[in-house]
């Protein structure tokens, strides 16, 4: 291959297409319309000035487009950060939470750096369905607000702009139909004079960009214990939920990302984000699904791209987008709410066919999410739920039969299945010790010994037949077996 050909096998899609380009561009516009009354409720929930929400997703977007390891999903000011910093705002100040922001990405990037994102495939599918599901409804909820004490004029609106994005696509997929619904209904309500609330009820957009800075506290120890656990909280949550968004967007796209680039690369937005004055954040379900699912982005302008319209549309076009009608943007989220929900997960059919356990763990997610608001207490919830039954289930596994030699000197016990603390606490009861001849043979061919517990437990077994004077012999052990149990055999005597 020629250098030129090369070179060219380089270069981002949107640059050599023509299409892909306009889908980048009118995705990331969108999504930066959407971003802009989102930030500004987030600001409100951690008790700052709207500009820092707003700051906080433009540069969590023009950052993550570049560090991230994910393309095309969306970073930016999030509930679930805004959730966990607002008490130390609420106490301490705005200096204090830009430390923490600053402080909870060096986190971010150590906890990547260790292999945290190797962690993401012990979640089970389950706790994925119930994570989608949750975030579906809170998105939801998130929006009904909007829908209580408003002027009957919203209602009708909300019902256009989703009757607009249900039928445009028929005629045209060039131009996103959540851009063709806001413009449409942004020009009604101007034109026609229709009181309803409007994005600048929600606060006023900022006029200039967001200028670097040390944060405003003193560089003590004391300082240091103050954020620390705030900024390991944000740390935490805001990887999981970027992780979960980063594997939800590879299932949609048939494609691979990479998880410890994403999880450093969040840490490394924070931290700029954090001199920059915002209020950190993560990566957003909600425009995220705007962006890859509605508008059809699949690169890292679109991400980029919403980051840098969002401050244009603050800084060049405030009074503009200051009259965009809530009503637009709630038809949109609402119309990304039925698009997240997994439907399919909850047929009849479906249900049906699922196990018990897979249908619990399901909707133990879901109820978690929803009555915390804590996207990461449901999904650990989940997964523990998920551990217990499975082991619950494995625990079962494990079996015995025994063969008697003909002379009687010698009983043949043969163990199959998986012996972890689950399942070898049933063990020790399995055996006759009373009646068996003096010679016991312990065949583990067809078992895998996988923690101290199972070695105590044949220790354990070992022992009640010496007390008889009889000899017990363990055979068939595979190589890691053998290995676990030679180094812990005879050392655990405290511990059964």
């Known amino acids: ?134 975030l579906a409804i809170l998105m939801f909820m998130a929006q009904v607000p909007e829908m209580r004490d408003v002027p009957w004029a919203v209602y009708p609106l909300i019902a256009a702009g989703l009757a607009l994005m249900v039928f445009f696509p028929k005629v045209t997929t060039a131009i996103p139909a959540p851009l063709v619904s806001i413009v449409i209904l942004t020009v009604i309500t101007v034109a026609a004079g229709i009181a309803v609330p409007t994005v600048r009820d929600k606060g006023a957009l900022p006029s200039s960009l967001p200028v670097p800075g040390l944060p405003d506290v003193p560089f003590t120890l004391e300082t240091l214990t103050t954020i620390a656990p705030y900024a390991f909280a944000m740390a935490l949550v805001g990887l999981m939920e970027s992780l979960m968004t980063a594997k939800l967007v590879d299932d949609i796209t048939d494609t691979h990302s990479d998880k410890t680039r994403e999880s450093i690369g969040q840490g490394v937005a924070n931290i700029v984000t954090g001199f920059f004055g915002g209020m950190g954040g993560c990566a957003m379900i909600g425009q995220t699904m705007i962006n890859v699912k509605v508008s059809g982005a699949r690169t890292r302008l679109s ?14 076009f405030g009074p503009v987008v200051s009259d965009i009608p809530m009503a637009a943007l709630v038809a949109v989220m609402v119309m990304v ?25 399901m909707v133990v997610t879901v109820a978690c999410v929803v009555a915390t608001h804590n996207l990461a207490i449901g999904v650990v919830v989940g997964s523990v739920t998920a551990m217990v039954i499975f082991a619950k289930r494995v625990a079962h596994l494990a079996e015995v039969t025994s063969v008697t030699d003909p002379d009687g000197t010698t009983v043949l016990y043969r163990v199959t299945g998986e012996l972890f603390f689950a399942s070898s606490n ?13 010679k016991v043979v312990i065949d583990l061919s067809a078992a895998h010994i996988w923690d101290a517990s199972s070695v105590a437990t044949l220790d354990a077994i070992e022992n009640k037949y010496a007390q008889r004077g009889k000899t017990v012999e363990i055979i068939g052990l595979n190589d890691p077996s053998a290995l676990i149990h030679k180094t812990l055999s005879g050392e655990l005597s405290g511990s059964h």
């Open 426 to 438: 049933d063990l020790v009861g399995r055996f006759d010790y009373a009646t068996d001849p003096d």
């Open 1 to 134: 291959m020629s250098p030129a050909a090369r070179l060219r096998g380089l270069r981002p899609d949107w640059l050599s297409d023509p299409k892909v380009w306009r889908t980048e561009v009118l995705g990331g516009l969108v999504v930066a319309l959407a971003l802009i009354p989102e930030a500004i409720s987030f600001s409100i929930i951690a008790g700052v000035d709207p500009a820092i929400g707003l700051f906080a997703s433009f540069t969590m977007a023009v950052v993550i487009s570049v560090v991230g390891g994910r393309r095309a999903m969306i970073s930016a000011a999030t509930g679930a950060v805004a959730l966990v910093i607002a008490p130390l705002n609420r106490e301490h100040g705005l200096g204090y939470l830009v430390a923490a922001v600053i402080l909870a990405g060096v986190f971010q990037i150590a906890l990547g750096a260790l292999g945290v994102a190797k962690l993401m495939r012990f979640i089970p599918r389950s706790v994925m369905i119930g994570f989608v599901n949750s």
């Open 337 to 361: 709410c039925f698009a997240t929900f997994d439907w399919h997960s909850i047929a009849p059919k479906t249900l049906r066919r699922l196990p018990a356990g897979e249908i619990a763990v």
């Open 303 to 316: 991400t980029f791209l919403a980051g840098v319209f969002l401050m244009v549309l603050c800084i060049v």
